[in-house]
């Protein structure tokens, strides 16, 4: 079924050398990881799949690690990734919706997974349902997207409810669900899942570090004054980034502060006092841009984690985020500035306070934060610890409640 072609580089993932799985661990199975978040442009979901993947290489080689992932045609690219032909979405940055849960089905099937992984509750997240019952293989749901506050955000208040509804119902289908964050977890609690347990996300610190970081050259090539405060956000332009609030909270400030927007400038429109770079595929180029910079803003009280937040610490840079959301659980006043609220009012006042304060203390303590508390091993070691107790139970009668 599938035409055999030469695997793409991915992006650069640097991890320590292998250990032995921890005794009583189930070994020799084959995990399938299926998500239409997969694109050239993607984001979060799109690194922790391809950093689970280096580090099931090297720490857990025993375990068959396969990607089901939407593409231009439907083909094994290599022995670890399956594409599965799926249209473009119009102005989607490269997203691609699929259709066929027949088709994603068939092939889930073919490939017979031990376990299954699924990173949303569309075509993908069903057909792994499906497969799982008909192969009597569990499936485990990971919680990357809160699809009824997107939904009020881009369509309404009205579309709110029924996609949580639907939502809730598709989640409780899962034979367990994880979320990346306390706040994720407490929505899911509120729509009836059970069988949960919280498994935060992680980051490369030997790729993202302050030795990468040149400021002087950055301003340099930016045509920046040396006395500038230079604020960094990297992600998509997408609405519920809160872009806007972030630009009209440096706007209100002035000189000397500065936003630089990595990816994310693409509908903003111009201001002095922002830069807009391209979307940055080369990772050591974009650890190097955000180690390059004074600090991270972020704006989003609704992100369930925040993966550029904890790339910035790793970088050594305080961060300025919201008091609520995914991104409060990973800063507090030793690494950064909580906003008393994302009204551009809000973000410049948390913004001027934290360059008030001792930037060289909050960076070396960011650092320090990320290294000991978000490693990628950390994220990979707690969920393959899950695959294995889940394997261990009779999954289909539904294994115990995990909680984190």
């Not at 989640?171 to 729509?191: I, K």
Request: a negative charge.
């Amino acid at each position: 079924m599938f035409d055999a072609v030469a695997p793409q580089p991915e992006n650069l993932i640097r991890l320590d050398p292998a250990d032995t799985p921890a005794f009583g661990e189930a070994q020799g199975f084959h995990l399938i990881d299926t998500t239409m978040m997969y694109a050239p442009k993607s984001g979060g979901v799109k690194r922790y799949l391809l950093a689970k993947r280096a580090w099931l290489d090297l720490r857990r080689p025993d375990i068959r690690h396969t990607l089901v992932v939407p593409g231009a045609r439907t083909e094994a690219q290599g022995s670890n990734l399956v594409t599965i032909a799926a249209a473009r979405l119009p102005f989607g940055d490269g997203y691609r919706m699929p259709a066929s849960l027949t088709k994603w089905e068939t092939v889930i099937r073919m490939l017979e997974p031990d376990i299954i992984e699924a990173g949303d509750v569309f075509v993908p997240g069903h057909a792994a349902l499906e497969a799982g019952e008909a192969l009597g293989v569990p499936v485990v749901g990971f919680c990357h997207t809160d699809a009824a506050t997107l939904a009020a955000l881009h369509f309404g208040e009205w579309a709110e409810a029924p996609t949580f509804n639907f939502w809730a119902q598709a989640y409780q289908r899962f034979d367990h669900v994880v979320a990346p964050s306390r706040h994720m977890a407490n929505r899911l609690q509120e729509a009836g899942v059970e069988r949960m347990s919280v498994q935060q996300l992680g980051v490369d610190t030997d790729l993202f570090h302050p030795s990468r970081g040149d400021r002087a050259k950055l301003l340099k090539r930016l045509g920046l004054a040396a006395d500038t405060r230079l604020l960094v956000f990297a992600g998509r332009p997408a609405r519920e980034k809160n872009i806007d609030a972030m630009v009209a909270a440096v706007e209100r400030l002035g000189a000397p502060y500065k936003l630089l927007l990595v990816g994310a400038g693409k509908d903003v429109g111009y201001s002095p006092n922002v830069i807009c770079l391209d979307y940055e595929r080369d990772p050591v180029k974009l650890a190097g841009l955000i180690a390059s910079c004074d600090a991270c803003l972020h704006a989003n009280e609704n992100e369930i984690f925040g993966l550029v937040v904890l790339e910035a610490m790793a970088a050594g840079l305080p961060v300025v985020g919201p008091g609520k959301g995914g991104v409060s659980e990973l800063i507090d006043e030793t690494v950064g500035q909580r906003a008393r609220n994302v009204e551009p009012a809000g973000l410049a006042e948390a913004i001027e306070a934290l360059f008030a304060r001792d930037l060289g203390e909050l960076s070396a303590a960011a650092r320090r934060r990320a290294e000991t508390r978000h490693g990628w091993a950390a994220t990979f070691e707690g969920l393959t610890r899950l695959y294995s107790q889940i394997l261990g139970t009779n999954a289909r009668n539904r294994p115990l409640a995990l909680t984190a």
